[in-house]
Every structure is written in structure tokens, then in C-alpha cells.
């Protein structure tokens, strides 16, 4: 497709319980972002990836979240043993790296809901 | 953590007004960039100022940056109802982006 994809779209789910998110990133983006976005704040970087190189994990907020990207395209995020304050919209974004980067373009998010 | 801070967090105006946003960031940065977030819809790029540029435009919009204060505003000129959505600031390092906490802008028709 012509932008960035996720799915689902919507996740509600039961707390303890684990999950995962997708994105489909644009093709030729080689630098892979997570945000996560809860009710009425802004966006929290959780994890960037470039190319080959080791992934930004600075953002995560604890162990039970980790994210891979395979083949340097579609990644994927999972939250292990979910809590109600992971109750947000995980947005993914890609763009093309290096010093004239410029914009990402942001998928539609999924927006989890832990119960 | 976030980079950018919008200020005001809120601002109401009425449609045909211009609508002024205001975004500090702490460290060096390559560019900034002004997204839009209508409610519960995702993120939609706006404009990018490079480091080197002091002022840009784009339709009804104009962005100043002034790195030595390591600041940029976002200026809306003759808003809209359609305007009414989040604005955020996000500034461009060398690696990655990082967001502020966003400007909640209403426009009353």
C-alpha cells in the first residue's frame, strides 16, 4: 500500500493477557518508530529501529514490552501479561533515514484496551 | 521522553481569527516538524522547518524557528471550524523524533 499499516485497529483485551500489534511500514522506509499516545497527552516514544542496526529501546517502559522487525520491514509489538495502564494507541511511523530524513508518516494506530 | 513543550496546552478562538501555537525544544535538532490530530484520527504532517531556515509557509500556515532560543511557532491564519484538532511539535535529532504533549485548538464557528 501506499502508507503505513497497522492492525488491528482496535484490541481490547483482558488484563494479564498478552499482546500484538502490527505495522506494515512504507516500502524503502528503513527507520521504524513506535509511539504510544494515551487519552488526551501527547505521543511517548517507545522504540526506533534503523536498518540493521541495534534498536532505541530507551522508550519502552518495562520489561514486558519488546518489539522485532523482521526482514527490516513489518514489526511487531508485543505487550506481555497486559495491565489496564497499557490502555492506549500504539501509532507506528516510518521514514526515510539519515540527515534529510524529514517527515514520518504515521499509521492509524491501534488503540488497545485492557479490561 | 518527550523533547518538544506546546504552549498554550489549549486555545479556543473564533473561526476567522489566526491561531498562534508556540513549541520549545531542549537540544540541537536537524529540523522540526508540525503535525495535526483530529480526534481519535491519526497523525498528519503539516510542515518541516530545517535548522537553517528561519521562516516557512504553506497555504494558511506559517512557521517561525529560532534555534537560538530553540524555539518555533506555529501561526494559522483566517481559521476554520475544520481546523479544531491537536497540534503538535516534534523535533528531529540525529536519530530520532520526540514529541511534545500538544496545543488543543477549537475553533468556534
Known amino acids: 500500500g501506499a502508507g503505513v499499516s497497522q492492525s488491528p485497529s482496535n484490541k481490547v483485551t483482558e488484563k494479564g493477557k498478552d499482546v500484538e500489534l502490527r505495522c506494515d511500514p512504507i516500502?524503502?522506509?528503513?527507520?521504524l518508530y513506535w509511539y504510544r499516545q494515551s487519552l488526551g497527552q501527547g505521543l511517548e516514544f517507545l522504540i526506533y529501529?534503523?536498518?540493521?542496526?541495534?534498536?532505541?529501546k530507551s522508550g519502552l517502559p518495562s520489561d514486558r514490552f519488546s518489539a522485532e522487525r523482521t526482514g527490516g520491514s513489518v514489526s511487531t509489538l508485543t505487550i506481555q501479561r497486559t495491565q489496564q495502564e497499557d490502555s492506549a494507541v500504539y501509532l507506528c511511523?516510518?521514514?526515510?533515514?539519515?540527515?534529510?530524513?524529514?517527515?514520518?508518516?504515521f499509521g492509524p494506530g491501534t488503540r488497545l484496551t485492557v479490561l | 521522553s518527550q523533547q518538544g513543550e506546546e504552549d498554550p496546552q489549549a486555545l479556543s478562538i473564533q473561526e476567522g481569527e489566526n491561531a498562534t501555537m508556540n513549541c520549545s525544544y531542549k537540544?540541537?535538532?536537524?529540523?522540526l516538524q508540525w503535525y495535526r490530530q483530529n480526534s481519535g484520527r491519526g497523525l498528519v504532517h503539516l510542515i518541516l522547518?530545517?535548522?537553517?531556515?528561519r521562516e516557512k509557509h504553506s497555504g494558511r500556515l506559517r512557521v517561525t524557528l529560532d534555534t537560538s532560543k530553540k524555539s518555533s511557532s506555529l501561526l494559522i491564519t483566517a481559521s476554520r471550524a475544520a481546523d479544531t484538532a491537536s497540534y503538535f511539535c516534534a523535533t528531529d535529532g540525529s536519530n530520532d523524533m520526540r514529541f511534545g504533549a500538544g496545543t488543543r485548538l477549537t475553533v468556534k464557528p
Open positions: 522547518i530545517r535548522s537553517n531556515e
Open positions: 537540544t540541537s535538532i536537524n529540523n
Open positions: 529501529f534503523q536498518g540493521n542496526s541495534a534498536p532505541d
Open positions: 511511523a516510518s521514514r526515510v533515514q539519515g540527515l534529510a530524513a524529514g517527515t514520518q508518516y
Open positions: 516500502s524503502g522506509h528503513t527507520a
